[in-house]
């Protein structure tokens, strides 16, 4: 006999709740039931799980049985015990829409181009002889010569966006493809990319691993490509014309000192960067703004499955409030653009389906792996314009 539900007259059908329950009696010891809770049209059993709750296939196996009755199992803890909720929708995956991340890629490809071609010092020689109503031709038909500084980006750009995909393709969890942002006449060519995660973490194993799997595979990508880069630019003194000067970090300032053998800038020199370079810092600065721990942001995730997400929502106003003093200090519009962002999309959390299941040894050190990722990487002021 199992108890009876706690409702007489619901708008859930008391018959598949009944079923539900016998079909999971081997996974979960169901203790009472209450229909149309914690909405109309949700139930929810309160139990003990019968499954290793460190293993992800009890969920999986309930998440089968629930599926054909139209609902999907959502677990939690609470006070001391688990509550197994039942919400009438199921995850479906959505077709991949291409046209417009497509279109955003071509867009990225060619401000990129602009960006890595503008920085290349013969355009530049070349720009100082022409006229201003010459200047657009010659760019237009110079473009190839930022090839370097695009490749390159687009590889860490595109490992880092991709790694979230296929994180999320593994998890069978819905998401988009990239999407590229263009940023025309712009120092870096781009403002990023992002993918659109169009339903729920699993567990928050799940969960990390969709938002470490982008800075971890953009880092792969990025170190070489900075090393090989600065391998290929020279040391001279610094421009007598104005001229933008990059920020440290300390992995940047590190792998300078360590090609170079002196901190930089100093003494009235510095690395003049090639494209190959200034793409691998691009890439540094972009894994450090996503890193932070706020929202959904790739940090905000990777924090969350770590401290939990009342950590995040008590450093949320001390990090915004940073942003704005950085800003200030640094003389630089980019942390007042972010703060204005976090303010207005970054108190956000994910929550998974199945919040019992713990987070794994393996993944936990990854997780601290990428806090200490965010340390190094980090740029407390990324652009300065110097007026000699």
């Not at 709740?17 to 929810?44: C, G």
């Not at 417009?100 to 890595?116: C, E, K, Q, R, Y």
């Not at 370097?148 to 999320?168: D, K, N, Q, R, T």
């Amino acid at each position: 006999m199992f108890p009876p539900a706690e409702s007489s007259s619901s708008t859930v059908p008391v018959y598949t709740v009944e079923q539900l329950r016998r079909e999971i009696s081997h996974l979960f010891d169901t203790a009472d039931t209450t229909l149309d809770y914690p909405e109309v049209n949700h139930f929810r059993f309160r139990g003990i799980p019968l499954y290793n709750q460190n293993e992800t296939v009890g969920y999986d196996e309930i998440a089968e049985i629930f599926k054909p009755h139209g609902y999907t199992p959502i677990l939690r803890r609470e006070n001391g015990r688990v509550s197994l909720y039942g919400y009438p929708f199921v995850i479906e995956e959505q077709p991949v829409r291409w046209i417009v991340p497509l279109l955003l890629f071509i867009g990225t490809i060619l401000t990129t181009l602009l960006a890595g071609a503008m920085s290349d010092e013969t355009l530049g020689l070349l720009a100082e002889q022409a006229a201003e109503s010459e200047l657009t031709w010659l760019l237009i038909t110079n473009l190839w010569r930022g090839w370097p500084f695009c490749v390159s980006i687009l590889l860490i750009l595109g490992a880092h966006e991709l790694g979230h995909y296929f994180a999320a393709r593994y998890h069978k969890v819905p998401a988009s493809l990239p999407f590229f942002i263009p940023m025309p006449f712009s120092p870096i060519g781009t403002m990023g990319a992002f993918i659109l995660q169009r339903g729920p973490s699993k567990n928050v194993r799940t969960q990390f691993d969709i938002g470490a799997a982008g800075p971890l595979a953009g880092m792969v990508f990025a170190i070489p490509i900075l090393i090989l880069g600065l391998m290929l630019s020279e040391v001279g003194p610094l421009p007598t014309e104005s001229y933008y000067l990059e920020g440290n970090s300390i992995a940047y300032a590190l792998t300078k000192l360590a090609i170079f053998g002196q901190f930089l800038p100093s003494n009235g020199v510095d690395v003049s960067l090639s494209q190959v370079a200034w793409a691998g810092w691009t890439g540094f600065l972009v894994t450090g703004l996503n890193l932070l721990p706020v929202g959904q942001l790739d940090g905000g995730r990777v924090s969350q499955v770590l401290f939990g997400q009342s950590f995040l929502k008590q450093i949320y106003w001390p990090i915004l409030i940073a942003m704005i003093a950085l800003g200030f200090f640094a003389g630089t519009a980019t942390w007042f653009v972010w703060a204005a962002l976090l303010y207005f999309f970054g108190n956000r959390y994910e929550t998974p389906l199945d919040e019992t299941l713990p987070l794994d040894g393996r993944r936990r050190a990854l997780a601290i792996l990428t806090m200490v990722i965010f340390v190094l990487v980090f740029v407390p002021v990324p652009l300065t314009i110097v007026n000699p």
